[in-house]
């Protein structure tokens, strides 16, 4: 919310202010905000709103280059990019940023522990077992492998009954 009450500031106001020092800070947490809440199809539009000096900042830059390695499945390289924050605000959206990439269930019954670490940036078995232990105790790590429940199966659909449909639509329109 504070963006939407600063971007007047940002962009109406011009050379009668002078510039904030924290203008792409803000702007970079506002293009985080959108990756993290699934905004990627918002992601371009408010692109194209920035000129090329402020698409050049750091801060923004930061936030460009991870809605490219998302989009290319590199999640690797998003977890890495905590590491390398231009702003210190921006650690708070890269931990949920981690938090959408590590969700590997779906994706996999079970890994070893070798490539479960390096699949999420672990640096040893305790860390794994940590991250485990606090954000997903439904998974297990035994012999050797990481283990997780299978997603529940999806109820069946019922069926639609798209001929009865078809009928009554065409008797309406009769009528």
Request: aromatic fraction near 12%; charged fraction near 25%.
């Amino acid at each position: 919310m504070i963006f939407f009450q600063l971007k007047p500031y940002y962009t109406n106001a011009g050379g009668r202010i002078p510039p904030s020092p924290q203008e792409y800070p803000i702007l970079g947490l506002n293009l985080l905000r959108l990756l993290v809440q699934n905004g990627i199809a918002e992601f371009p539009t408010k692109l194209e709103l920035l000129s090329c000096a402020t698409l050049q900042n750091p801060c923004i830059e930061h936030a460009v280059e991870l809605e490219q390695s998302f989009l290319e499945g590199a999640y690797n390289r998003v977890l890495s990019a905590r590491q390398t924050v231009p702003h210190e605000t921006y650690v708070y959206f890269m931990d949920l940023l981690a938090k959408t990439v590590r969700c590997s269930k779906k994706a996999y019954d079970y890994l070893s522990i070798s490539d479960a670490r390096q699949m999420l940036l672990c640096f040893s078995d305790q860390e794994l077992a940590e991250y485990v232990k606090e954000e997903h105790p439904e998974r297990e790590i035994k012999r050797g492998f990481a283990y997780f429940q299978k997603a529940k199966e999806s109820v069946p659909l019922k069926e639609i009954p798209s001929l009865q449909l078809i009928n009554q639509t065409w008797s309406y329109a009769r009528e």
